[in-house]
């Protein structure tokens, strides 16, 4: 059974550790993520976001899958089914489609538009006991065609959304999605500190997880960030397996071209990612 995201938020929250969102691609992710919560006793997030559901054929399609998944795996630890920086169509699709958790990413409108919409998405989120995540300041980079601007969130802004009844608040803070550039700044500390006394046990959520240095996803969780989205990461573990395989001559070998031992590797690996984030951000033994 697929869970809102809010308990598990509100527990990370008060317990000073982080649950990880990982970004979802196809069946092997779904699984591999799923397997590795289970056995690290973890809560966990997945993410999609609108194109990785197009790609994979729809929300319902990923919806479905993954409930039967969770069933036919016996999983038993708390997981949340969350559109990744949803549009406002978006968000209500993947509502009606199953999720249990929604996005909706109005950092692009004017204050008081994205105000508006967020309550929106709310109400009918709310009906059906899902849990919403804003965002305030487009977080920078690329992910999935839509480019964020990479701004420093507004402390005050983050108030006024905080207090539409969200459970969980995206604010850019330097974080940017895919890799750092060898110049990044790091992030802004010193904001995330006043938006986390103005929004109070608000569960902050930080985009961008992969290659932010683990002192500084550390110090984010004493902060207050109780969500951690991590999506590049697992891409590159996963490709650079699968090339490893195809470089040592390994899918020539006997049946090794069959789909199921070319992509083992890529999903051991995925694994291995997520159980070293889980550990990182204090989420194992708290399912
Ligand atoms: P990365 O791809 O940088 O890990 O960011 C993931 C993310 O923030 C998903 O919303």
């Known amino acids: ?105 109005g950092s692009k409108y004017a204050i008081d538009e994205n105000i508006e919409k967020t309550k929106e998405i709310i109400a009918l989120a709310n009906s059906k006991g899902i849990s919403v995540e804003a965002e305030v300041g487009a977080i920078g980079g690329e992910e999935d065609g839509v480019v964020g601007g ?27 999605h895919g890799k750092y550039p060898a110049n990044w700044a790091g992030l802004n500390f010193d904001v995330l500190a006043q938006i986390q006394e103005k929004t109070g046990i608000m569960p902050l959520v930080l985009h961008g997880g992969t290659g932010i240095p683990a002192d500084m996803i550390k110090k984010a969780i004493s902060l207050g960030v109780s969500k951690i989205n991590v999506n590049t990461e697992c891409q590159l573990s996963f490709a650079d397996a699968t090339r490893k395989y195809i470089e040592a001559g390994k899918d020539l070998e006997g049946k090794g071209f069959d789909p199921r031992k070319l992509l083992a590797p890529g999903f051991e690996a995925i694994k291995a990612t997520v159980k070293e984030k889980m550990e990182l951000f204090g989420s194992v033994n708290k399912a």
């Not at 970004?23 to 779904?30: G, H, K, M, S």
């Not at 690290?40 to 790609?55: C, D, F, H, R």
């Not at 479905?64 to 016996?74: N, Q, R, V």
């Open 150 to 176: 990479g701004e420093v969130a507004d402390p005050d802004e983050c108030k006024q959304i905080a207090d539409l009844g969200v459970d969980m608040l995206a604010a850019g803070i330097g974080n940017i």
């Open 1 to 105: 059974m697929l869970v809102s995201a809010k308990d598990m938020l509100v527990k990370a929250k008060a317990g000073k550790y982080a649950v990880g969102q990982f970004n979802i691609n196809n069946l092997e992710w779904t699984k591999a993520i799923l397997l590795t919560a289970q056995e690290n006793n973890s809560p966990v997030i997945l993410g999609v976001s609108e194109g990785a559901g197009k790609y994979m054929c729809g929300f319902k399609t990923v919806a479905d899958m993954t409930k039967a998944m969770i069933d036919e795996l016996g999983i038993t630890v708390p997981v949340a089914l969350h559109l990744d920086h949803g549009s406002y169509e978006g968000a209500k699709k993947a509502i009606a489609a199953g999720f249990s958790s929604v996005m909706f990413d």
